[in-house]
């Protein structure tokens, strides 16, 4: 299984990026797929999950009300909409699956850059 993350880039401050991130390779289902964030010198963190039975959506205090995740689950896709984005957003996002309730993010994708600047 791939994990394919594309849509990052340079923006500046208020900005908005759309992230996409699509899975290829064998058939898979999942529980919950999700973004998380390495900045420059910080370790790896959170920002957004959907779990698709309910659609339910959590996200990080940090972006909360700046950031909508959605998906298809079916497809195996995932999307991150960012909007009033802080030169802090800078960072690689990455996407992950988790496949099972109780299990750790098994897939990772690649990462995308995302830049802001001030």
């Known amino acids: 299984v791939q994990l394919q993350a594309s849509g990052g880039g340079l923006v500046q401050a208020g900005g908005s990026l759309r992230l996409s991130c699509a899975a290829s390779g064998r058939t898979f289902s999942s529980y919950s797929m999700a973004w998380f964030r390495r900045a420059p010198g910080k370790e790896r963190e959170f920002v957004a999950a959907?779990?698709?039975?309910?659609?339910?959506?959590s996200y990080s205090d940090s972006v909360k009300g700046r950031v909508t995740i959605s998906g298809d689950n079916a497809r195996n896709t995932v999307y991150l909409q960012m909007s009033s984005l802080k030169a802090e957003d800078t960072a690689v996002y990455y996407c992950a699956v988790q496949r099972y309730r109780w299990g750790e993010y098994e897939y990772w994708g690649q990462g995308t850059l995302v830049t802001v600047s001030s």
């Open positions: 959907i779990r698709w039975s309910g659609s339910t959506t």
